[in-house]
């Protein structure tokens, strides 16, 4: 899977000339061979190849929601407040990576060695930063002082951060000597300009400051040897002593602030924790820890409830979940107990369970996710329907939604609208071709009225249009 990503990084920089020459420019000359809408379409088409056919891809909506709203807090105390999205990925190392066109990914392994929320905040501060200077456009900016080889080896080390040290190697090393020395050396004055950027950047949301210092240190002296035994984020994130020394003084010049860590953080590590390895040992893990606990806390209780419901010991699973007091009630802890009575097919303890949470926490989509399914799994599936309908309406974009209303409509034997609903779910993944083919699906059956016909014959238009172009921009082999 990464060999097709870097491919893809190597082809998209080969080709950014062209691209850039149909766009507006829209941004600083120093970054006028690679336009925002040219940035953003890369980071498009990169994501779809991670979220579609990655197999590290976590797709979880609790994670990401939680990481939405980190990074969401964060975008907001930028000067740009522009438009973000956040992903993790299954991976044990410590690492996190931007993508063009502001994408940022994290792996498991950062958020669970995370010791506070300030801590991750930083990391996704400083990621941030890199998308709101134009880090990787500005490297391309740099064309007339390198070759267009080096300048392709170069973005495709940087989409590399998330894989092997070796393979972001072996993309650099595409590139001539004396290119990368200078290149290394402009890349640390991006990380610089990072670390000032991203400190700025978590101050301003509220965060404590001290820990993006702290959390540097940390990683550097956990590592002897820095070349050859650094954690995955040192590697792709150049570490010098003078950028933990500048960060350290930044942040004595700056103001103390004590930030607790928010409930869903330690949520958020709780269920991450408990979703990797064989479920008995995960059980039997997460036991040993309950039985010792006096006083547990809600991420203690939470991890054992979450094993127990992955072992299947669901009693037991119940029992722990009805206990928990209501001063820790979230919306993460009610999806918690949704899923648990889904697991015990008693679908109308779920519906109950999640009808009012939809309201008291309406920021938390997973919640109509799980509502959907319960729906859907009840046979009640008008109102599945319906609400699905309004979901997709409001956020044309949720793919989650989509996905469901097309299993609702399934199931309720209206095949030409199931059809309709799964071509929306094919376009969110880029897939034109099959989009257009299942409205084509749709609009045989012949059932639509003059109306929803049109719409569908206008979309059909879209979609074919859609794969045309992205056809002529990804090159002649059409990949």
Known sequence: MMKRILAFGLSAVLSVQSVAAGLPDLGESSAADLSEAAERRIGEQIIREIRWREPSYLDDPQVESYLTDLGGRLVAATKSGGSYQFFALRDPTLNAFAMPGGYIGLHTGLILSARSESELASVVAHEIAHVEQRHIARLVGKQSQSSIIMLASLLVAVLAARSSDQIAQAAVAGGTAAGIQNQLGYTREFEREADRIGLQTLDAAGFDTRQMASFFERLQQETRLYENNAPAYLRTHPLTTERIADMGNRVEGGRYRQVTSSNDFTL????????????????????????????????????????????????????????????????????????????????????????????????????????????????????????????????????????????????????????????????????????????????????????????????????????????????????
């Open 268 to 479: 958020v590590q709780a269920r991450l924790s408990t979703l990797e390895g064989a479920a008995p040992d995960v059980f039997r893990r997460e036991t040993r820890a309950w039985e010792k606990a006096t006083q547990p806390t809600a991420a203690q209780r939470y991890a054992y409830v979450h094993a127990a419901l992955r072992a299947n010991e669901l009693d037991r699973a119940e029992a722990a979940w009805r206990d928990f007091p209501k001063a820790q009630q979230s919306a993460m802890i009610v999806a918690l107990g949704a899923e648990l009575a889904m697991a015990r097919r008693d679908f109308a303890a779920a519906i109950s369970r999640l009808k009012p949470a939809v309201t008291t926490y309406p920021q938390a989509r997973y919640l109509g996710y799980l509502l959907a399914d319960a729906r859907i799994a009840a046979g009640d599936l008008k109102t599945a329907i319906a609400e699905l309908r309004e979901a997709t309406t409001t956020r044309p974009d949720d793919f989650h939604s989509w996905t469901r209303l097309a299993k609702a409509y399934q199931a309720s034997g209206n095949v030409s609208e199931s059809h309709r609903a799964q071509a929306e779910v094919y376009a969110l993944q880029g897939a034109w071709s099959s989009a257009a083919g299942q409205l084509e699906i749709a609009l045989r059956e012949g059932k639509a009225d003059f109306y929803t016909q049109s719409a569908m014959d206008a979309r059909l238009r879209e979609f074919r249009a859609r794969y045309d172009d992205e056809r002529a921009w990804r090159g002649r082999d059409g990949r």
